[in-house]
T-cell receptor
Framework: GQQVMQIPQYQHVQEGEDFTTYCNSS?????IQWYKQRPGGHPVFLIQ?????EVKKQKRLTFQFGEAKKNSSLHITATQTTDVGTYFC??????????FGQGTRLTINP | GAVVSQHPSRVICKSGTSVKIECRSL??????MFWYRQFPKQSLMLMAT?????????EQGVEKDKFLINHASLTLSTLTVTSAHPEDSSFYIC???????FGSGTRLTVV
């Protein structure tokens, strides 16, 4: 079945450093979604990418969808302590069913 | 935007008892809702799809007799963990049909 692989599993950075997490699918995705989950919290939807090669920005966050629609990345510029959490990508398996990547847990040294 | 309310947020129960978790859509009607389980430091795994007025659809490996799902109205879906055991301790999260909106989750601890 469809798998969504996400790396790295963990990332620790100094505050102010950049951070990137990568997502790869075994199959072509119709779209990909990104979520952030704070420790002890629930996933919060960040963005959806639909088009091949799409790039979207939200302040310090840049999201990319690969040309083949099989990979995606989330890049955070100049991390802040508020960026701490686990970032998940997710693609659809069939109608409406989301398959989540393993997540990348970001910790930040202030 | 769409809001999904989930209760309780935390529950501790004794082994062998049952626990009911409620998920309500506050400002929209949903014929479908999704239930996920998340073990510590792991990803979200889809358990089942609840369907209003009909049987839930369970993912492979999920025991339908243990995790009872009821979607009796367009705004309420419930997950009942029956005869809970310590290995059922987990974070259970519901979501609306759009995949954007999640409940706040229920942390179940079975002792």
């Amino acid at each position: 079945g469809q798998q969504v692989m996400q790396i790295p599993q963990y990332q620790h950075v100094q505050e102010g450093e950049d951070f990137t997490t990568y997502c790869n699918s075994s199959t072509t995705l119709s779209n990909i979604q990104w979520y952030k989950q704070r420790p002890g919290g629930h996933p919060v939807f960040l963005i959806q990418l639909v088009k091949s090669g799409e790039v979207k920005k939200q302040k310090r966050l840049t999201f990319q969808f690969g040309e083949a629609k099989k990979n995606s990345s989330l890049h955070i510029t100049a991390t802040q302590t508020t960026d701490v959490g686990t970032y998940f990508c997710a693609g659809y398996r069939g109608a409406q069913k989301l398959v989540f990547g393993q997540g990348t847990r970001l910790t930040i040294n202030p | 935007g769409a809001v999904v309310s989930q209760h309780p947020s935390r529950v501790i129960c004794k082994s062998g008892t049952s626990v009911k978790i409620e998920c309500r859509s506050l400002d929209f009607q949903a014929t479908t809702m999704f239930w996920y389980r998340q073990f510590p430091k792991q990803s979200l795994m889809l358990m089942a799809t609840s369907n209003e007025g009909s049987k839930a659809t369970y993912e492979q490996g999920v025991e339908k007799d243990k995790f009872l799902i009821n979607h009796a109205s367009l705004t309420l879906s419930t997950l009942t963990v029956t005869s809970a055991h310590p290995e059922d301790s987990s974070f259970y999260i519901c979501s609306g049909p759009d995949g954007y909106t999640f409940g706040s989750g229920t942390r179940l601890t079975v002792v």
